[in-house]
C-alpha cells in the first residue's frame, strides 16, 4: 500500500490515487482542502531524499517553474522542502499527453500540429524572457486539456545531463530521440535547443515518424549530431512548402542556423497559419521574410482555396475576351481619375488647401498634464487625453507616451494623443511570516516583487519556514522593489555532511556548498577525456562530517586526455545465439551490446585509460573471458577463458 494515499500533507493537502510515475517522484491527485480545489501534488521518492543530486533538481524545477506565470504552462500553489518529504503542489490537468494522442492519431493534420506547437512556443517564449531554458521538451511533457488548451509540463530538470554517451541505458529513450545537436554532445545549452526539440515534435506530428530511429539510444543521439532527417514533404505530400522549411530550419545541427528565439519561430507558424501558400527563405538565419507565391500575409487560407489563374469564374461561364476586358479596365480608371479630379477642385475652392505653416510636435514627456493643457505654449496643437498607464520612469500625472513623436513636422492644429503615469504600481506586503518559503516567495514574485533570500540558523523556527520580512506585512510597496525574507535553517550544526561533488562544473560545486554551509577552495586542473570545468574528486569525500565553512578542495577536468585507446578482440564462442555482451573494466561497465553472434568470431570493445586494468566480458550474465590490459604499452594478457564452457552448452 502507497504511504502516501488517504494521507494529509500539511494538515492541508488529502492524497487521493497515483497518477503519474516518473524518474525521481511520483505524482498524486489530491484535494486541497482550504480552497477545495483537486491539485496535483508531486512528491520526491524516499530513495533520493538523501540524495542531494537530485534534492537539487527537485529544488530546481520548483524554483524554475514557480518563476513562470502563462497560461501555457502547468501553474505552481505550493512547495515543501523538509527532511522527511519535498513536494510540489502543481494544477490538476485532466487531460492526455501529446504523445498518447499522437500514438492515438498516427498523424495529425497539419493544422492542428500547427495549432499545437505554437501554443508550445508561447510557453518557451515566456519562460526563455524568464531566463529559464526547459531542456527537455518532447510529447511526454506536453499536456492536451478536454477544452482545447495546451500546457507545458516539467520545467528546470535535465535527466540525463550527466550520463556519459557511450554508458546510456534504455531510461533515456524518452528524451534521446528529442535532444539537440549540442545536448547530444556536452555542448552549451540556451532556448534554441529548445526550438530545435519542438521541431522534432512538428515532423513527428505530421509525419507520424520520428527524424531519427535506430536500434538503441546512443545510436539515435549519433543521428541527431551527425545525420540529415528526411524531407517531411517526402513522407507526406500533401504538407505544405512553408511547414517542412519552418521544421528544417528549427532542425538545424548549428545553433546559429535555427530560429534565434521561441518568438521568431512563433512568427513563422503563425504567418502559415493566416497563409498556408507561404514559404520562407533560410539562406541567411535573418532572413525570414515570407517569399513566394502567397499574396499578403493577412490574407486568409480559405480565401486562397481552390483558386487558378487558369479556372473560369463560379457558374462555369466563360470568361470574357481578353480585348474587353482591357476596355472595362480603361474606362473604369478614366472613371477614377474623373471622380478625384471633381474631389480636389471641390477641396481647392473651399480653401482647405490653402497654404499653413509647418510647426515642430514639442516634446510632452515628462511635462505635467494639467500644465499642458491650459498652457499657451501649445495653442498650436489640440492635445487629447488617450489613457492613464503605471509607470515606472515618470511621475504621477505626467505624460509618459505621445502620439506624433516629438520633433516632428506637422501642420497647426495637428492632435497630439497622450498618455498619462499614474505612477509605479504599488502593492501591499503580504504577510508571510511562519509560511514555508518556497510557496511564499512564489507569491511574492507573482506580485512583481524582487526577493532576495537571507537564510539565518534558529533554534525555535523549524527549517525553510519564514522569520520576517524587510519590509514587514502590509507595508505599501513599489511593483519590482526588492523585498528581503529571512528563512529559518533549523538549528545551528557545527559539523556539516559533505555533499558528493563529482560530475558537476566547478560552478555548480561552488553553489552547493554554499548552500551547505561549505566554501569551494582551489580547483586545478588534470588531463581527463571528462568536460572541461566538470570535477573529478574533491579532498573530502561525500558523507565526511567538516566543520562549517570549510573549503573543499577538488580537481578539474582540462578537458584534455592523455588517456590512451585500447581495442580489445574478445574471441567468441561458436553459438547461433543473440546474446547480451558486457565489457566490465575493474568492475566498472564501460560498453555493452546486444547481437547475434551465429556468424561473428570476434567482438570489438574500444577502451580509454592508462596503465594497468583488469578487463572482464560476460555473455548473457555469465563470464566470457578475464583480461589484463596495458593501455601504455598497448598489450593485453587472457588470464581467464571460458569459451569452451560455452560450446558445450551450445552442441547440447
Not at 494544477?91 to 498518447?100: A, F, M, S
Not at 507526406?236 to 519552418?246: A, K, M, R, V, Y
Not at 501591499?428 to 526577493?451: F, W
Request: hydrophobic fraction near 40%; charged fraction near 25%; charge should be negative.
Amino acid at each position: 500500500m502507497d504511504k502516501y494515499i488517504g494521507k494529509e500533507l500539511n494538515s492541508r493537502y488529502l492524497i487521493g490515487e497515483l497518477i503519474g510515475v516518473g524518474g525521481m517522484s511520483n505524482v498524486y491527485r489530491a484535494v486541497d482542502k482550504i480552497t477545495n480545489r483537486v491539485v496535483a501534488i508531486k512528491i520526491l521518492r524516499d530513495e533520493y531524499l538523501t540524495d542531494p543530486e537530485f534534492l537539487r533538481r527537485f529544488k530546481n524545477e520548483s524554483k524554475a517553474i514557480a518563476a513562470l506565470s502563462s497560461p501555457n504552462i502547468v501553474n505552481v500553489f505550493d512547495v515543501s522542502f523538509n527532511e522527511t518529504s519535498q513536494w510540489i503542489v502543481m494544477e490538476y490537468i485532466d487531460g492526455v499527453t501529446l504523445k498518447e494522442y499522437i500514438a492515438k492519431k498516427k498523424i495529425l493534420a497539419w493544422q492542428e500540429a500547427v495549432y499545437v506547437a505554437i501554443q508550445v512556443l508561447k510557453a518557451l517564449q515566456h519562460a526563455h524572457d524568464k531566463g529559464v531554458v526547459h531542456r527537455d521538451i518532447k510529447p511526454q511533457n506536453i499536456m492536451l486539456l478536454k477544452e482545447g488548451s495546451v500546457k507545458v509540463m516539467d520545467f528546470g530538470i535535465a535527466r540525463f545531463a550527466r550520463n556519459d554517451m557511450r554508458t546510456m541505458t534504455g531510461k533515456a529513450i524518452g528524451s534521446v530521440h528529442y535532444i539537440s545537436p549540442e545536448q547530444a554532445t556536452g555542448g552549451q545549452i540556451d532556448g534554441k535547443t529548445d526550438i530545435y526539440s519542438v521541431g522534432v515534435m512538428l515532423f513527428e506530428m505530421v509525419t507520424g515518424r520520428l527524424p531519427f530511429e535506430a536500434d538503441n539510444p546512443v545510436s539515435v543521439a549519433l543521428k541527431q549530431i551527425q545525420s540529415q532527417p528526411m524531407r517531411p514533404r517526402q513522407i507526406n505530400s500533401s504538407l505544405p512548402l512553408g511547414l517542412e522549411q519552418i521544421i528544417m530550419n528549427a532542425l538545424q545541427k548549428d545553433q546559429n542556423g535555427r530560429y534565434q528565439s521561441a518568438a521568431e519561430m512563433l512568427s513563422a507558424l503563425i504567418i502559415l497559419k493566416q497563409n498556408p501558400s507561404k514559404t520562407f527563405s533560410y539562406a541567411s538565419r535573418r532572413n525570414l521574410s515570407p517569399v513566394g507565391t502567397g499574396s499578403d500575409v493577412h490574407e486568409s487560407s480559405s480565401n486562397l482555396a481552390g483558386k487558378s489563374l487558369n479556372s473560369p469564374p463560379e457558374g462555369g461561364k466563360e470568361a470574357p475576351p481578353k480585348s474587353w476586358v482591357k476596355l472595362l479596365m480603361i474606362i473604369s480608371l478614366m472613371f477614377c481619375f474623373m471622380t478625384v479630379a471633381i474631389v480636389f477642385g471641390a477641396l481647392a475652392l473651399s480653401g482647405l488647401f490653402s497654404p499653413s505653416p509647418d510647426v515642430m510636435v514639442p516634446d510632452l514627456l515628462g511635462e505635467n498634464y494639467e500644465a499642458v493643457k491650459v498652457s499657451n505654449e501649445y495653442s498650436k496643437f489640440t492635445i487629447n487625453l488617450e489613457t492613464t498607464v503605471f509607470d515606472e520612469k515618470y511621475a504621477e500625472g505626467e505624460i509618459c507616451e505621445q502620439d506624433p513623436r516629438p520633433g516632428k513636422s506637422v501642420k497647426e492644429a495637428t492632435l497630439i494623443m497622450v498618455k498619462v503615469s499614474r505612477g509605479q504600481r504599488k502593492e501591499k506586503m503580504p504577510d508571510v511570516v511562519g509560511r514555508e518559503a518556497g510557496g511564499a516567495i512564489a507569491d511574492l514574485k507573482n506580485l512583481g516583487l524582487t526577493v532576495n533570500e537571507r537564510r539565518v540558523f534558529s533554534d525555535d523556527v523549524a527549517k525553510d519556514i519564514i522569520i520576517r520580512t524587510e519590509p514587514p506585512a502590509d507595508t505599501e510597496v513599489l511593483v519590482g522593489y526588492e523585498v528581503t525574507v529571512v528563512i529559518s535553517d533549523g538549528p545551528e550544526n557545527k559539523k556539516v555532511k559533505v555533499p558528493d561533488l563529482r560530475g558537476m562544473t566547478w560552478q555548480e560545486a561552488e553553489k552547493l556548498l554554499k548552500e551547505n554551509h561549505l566554501q569551494l577552495g582551489s580547483h586545478s586542473e588534470i588531463n581527463s577525456d571528462k568536460p572541461k570545468d566538470v570535477v573529478l574528486n574533491q579532498s573530502l569525500a561525500k558523507g565526511v562530517e567538516a566543520d562549517v565553512n570549510d573549503a573543499i578542495d577538488v580537481n578539474v577536468s582540462s578537458g584534455v586526455s592523455d588517456n590512451k585507446k585500447y581495442t580489445l578482440r574478445v574471441p567468441l564462442p561458436k553459438m547461433n545465439e543473440f546474446v547480451k555482451l558486457v565489457a566490465l573494466k575493474d568492475g566498472e561497465n564501460v560498453y555493452e551490446q546486444e547481437l547475434d553472434i551465429t556468424e561473428i568470431p570476434y567482438w570489438s570493445v574500444e577502451m580509454f585509460d592508462k596503465g594497468l586494468h583488469n578487463v572482464q566480458i560476460t555473455i548473457n550474465g555469465s563470464i566470457l573471458g578475464k583480461f589484463v590490459v596495458d593501455f601504455d604499452n598497448g598489450t593485453e594478457h587472457l588470464e581467464v577463458d571460458n569459451s569452451s564452457a560455452f560450446e558445450d552448452v551450445s552442441e547440447e
